[in-house]
């Protein structure tokens, strides 16, 4: 299952993507609601992120909440959001990708290493933690003018 809009905007070598439709065995859904998406990250046996950019990695944090196990990028914020719980994967190697969804569905001990990883990696990040944090630096801005 493919979920998401078709970005007009891929890179070269990348515009069959731009066509991808449903078809035998794939499925493309532009847009979920929370609770289609929530829904889905539950019944997955991974998300698939192999993101060639990606500002923060919310993606990747809400799989890991719903204890889905998670393969990303090794891409820009990537690493730093997903730590040690997810499979982490050079986006333009087809090798890595198709060896870490082999892993995936093939060891449900994998699995359950990164259902648990993700979901104590998940518990690190929350609102009223980044709001802490946030404040913490405009007050040092503040005091340092």
Known sequence: VLVGRKDQKYPAGFEELSGLGTFAGVIHIPELDGDELLT???????LV???LYEGFGLTVLE???CGT?????????LPEIAGDAAILVDP???????????EIESNA???SILRTKGLA?????????????TVHV???????S
């Open 49 to 51: 992120h192999p993101s």
């Open 109 to 111: 001990e994998t699995r």
């Open 138 to 144: 405009y007050e040092k801005v503040l005091a340092g």
């Open 92 to 102: 333009a190697s087809d090798m890595e990708l198709t060896g870490a969804l082999l």
């Open 69 to 77: 196990p998670v393969i990303s990028s090794k891409a820009a914020s």
């Open 40 to 46: 889905l990250y539950n019944q997955s046996i991974a």
């Open 63 to 65: 799989a890991m909440k």
């Open 121 to 133: 990696r998940a518990a690190i990040f929350n609102w009223r933690e980044t709001a802490k944090q």
